[in-house]
């Protein structure tokens, strides 16, 4: 059973910085990819950003240029470094590992709060 833990969340001013880390519980390199997605209140789950084994990363474009994901394999850890956060930031964000088994498995964190407010 596959487990992710997150961290790192809080409540931040706008303009401010937080790191988000995800742990997992086995190889982050037996993971065909790992990113980070988040939902809002009333709105869906969208994808943040995307990390893949080789190192491939991908944004959305709302956090482009403000966010970096990063991966240490020795750690079995992700990170999301999070700059110059707004208040439509704020949502509760989710670990995602992707493999490739008989079919695509998603396995899933049990998400961190982020607030960005005055």
């Known amino acids: 059973q596959v487990q992710l833990v997150e961290s790192g969340g809080g409540s931040v001013q706008p303009g401010g910085s937080l790191r988000l880390s995800c742990a997992a519980s086995e190889g982050i390199v037996s993971f065909n990819a790992m990113g980070w997605y988040r939902q809002a209140p009333g709105k869906q789950r969208e994808l943040v950003a995307t990390i893949t084994s080789r190192g491939t990363t991908n944004y959305a474009d709302s956090v482009k240029d403000r966010f970096t994901i990063s991966r240490d394999n020795a750690k079995n850890t992700v990170l999301l470094q999070m700059n110059s956060l707004k208040a439509e930031d704020t949502a509760v964000y989710y670990c995602?590992?992707?493999?490739?088994?008989?079919?695509?498995?998603?396995?899933w964190g049990q998400g961190t709060q982020v607030t960005v407010s005055s």
């Open positions: 995602n590992a992707k493999r490739l088994e008989s079919f695509w498995v998603d396995y």
